[in-house]
């Protein structure tokens, strides 16, 4: 296939930069990627144009079906004052992976990363530069078929835009309080769970608001069929530090395969700190909570990065995780992980990628 080139047109209304304290997601840079996909004639027409407001078809599918997908990533401006990407690849490889669930054509991964590497460098001066700050990134798709007929579209945008934020939880690297939601289901086997879908977290909606009000910063989802089996929580993946061993619940079709997620479980080998993948029954944080071995909890994810769970709230009981304390795993891996993805580290696994803003 011929390789597309990326077409350039330069905003010439700029926005003023943000300045003070950052929230997550409410501002947006001064360009987006954008390109096009048709049946018949594939993906085309790549572009960074001004961001702007989008004009479809008040049939498109996506209003109707949901037919959509995202992903999500950061850039971080190095001490150095480089710019670099963390581990980009693996989003784009996941993005397909959720466009064959929906039905969706899949991207040229290359021509995707390309185009961010563009985007990024046009937006370097959005990047913030304060401590544990950085761009979020948000690739995603959506399908514009007028259509009212329930199969998939033949027609697709594929979009990035650009946020500079702060951190996703205000407690920041502190423990954050999590509920364990035992009446509503996220996903099931067979489902859309390990795809990363709007339908996905539109389904958490009601639960999040529920406990969001009694001071739960997330809701930890349990399997959809027997209610029993810890899966994710509603952001992030979750691990478990149990006598001395670190648990993650398997990737079972339901769960989605976190970037941060398989970085954490390469470092923890790297450290030849024991980690197992398996099937974990809450009925067992309860017994090793009560038997004193439960010694860490922590959620991972691009957003927060590293989460530590102080508390864990299940059928009326709270159980106090290290007294409500960091743990020394949880900052071990948040340190790492931010001092690698800051170029205040070495990248051992070659997981960054720098941006060229020449």
Not at 150 to 161: A, L
Request: hydrophobic content about 35%.
């Amino acid at each position: 296939m011929e390789k597309q080139t990326i077409k350039v047109k330069k905003s010439t209304n700029r926005k003023s930069k943000p300045s003070g304290e950052l929230d997550f997601g409410t501002i947006f840079t001064d360009h987006m990627f954008m390109m096009d996909y048709t049946k018949g004639k594939g993906w085309h027409d790549p572009q960074i144009i001004p961001y702007q407001n989008l004009s479809i078809d008040p049939a498109a599918i996506i209003f109707h079906y949901g037919q959509s997908v995202f992903e999500g990533l950061k850039a971080y401006v190095t001490l150095d004052s480089e710019i670099q990407l963390f581990r980009p690849e693996k989003n784009f490889e996941r993005l397909n992976n959720s466009n064959d669930r929906l039905c969706i054509p899949r991207i040229d991964e290359n021509l995707a990363l390309e185009a961010l590497k563009q985007l990024v460098a046009l937006e370097k001066d959005w990047i913030p530069t304060e401590e544990g700050t950085s761009l979020y990134i948000r690739p995603f798709i959506i399908s514009t078929e007028p259509y009212l007929g329930v199969e998939p579209s033949k027609q697709y945008k594929f979009m990035i835009i650009l946020s500079p934020v702060g951190a996703y939880y205000k407690e920041g690297i502190n423990p954050v309080k999590i509920a364990v939601e035992s009446k509503y289901v996220r996903a099931v086997l067979g489902g859309t769970g390990e795809a990363k879908t709007g339908g996905n977290y539109a389904a958490g909606l009601m639960p999040q608001e529920l406990v969001s009000g009694e001071g739960f910063s997330q809701v930890l989802w349990l399997d959809g069929v027997e209610k029993k089996y810890i899966e994710e929580v509603g952001s992030m993946n979750v691990f478990f530090k149990i006598n001395g061993e670190i648990v993650t619940p398997a990737l079972n079709g339901s769960i989605l395969a976190g970037v941060t997620r398989n970085s954490v479980i390469q470092l923890l080998k790297h450290w030849e700190i024991p980690v197992v993948e398996r099937r974990i029954a809450m009925k067992e944080i309860e017994e090793a909570y009560k038997n004193g071995t439960l010694e860490e909890a922590f959620g991972t994810g691009t957003a927060a990065v590293i989460s530590p769970i102080g508390q864990l709230t299940w059928e009326d009981k709270d159980f106090i995780v290290n007294e409500g304390k960091t743990g020394e795993i949880a900052k071990k891996l948040y340190d790492t992980l931010t001092g690698i993805q800051y170029g205040k580290l070495d990248d051992p696994f070659n997981w960054t990628v720098k941006v060229d803003t020449k």
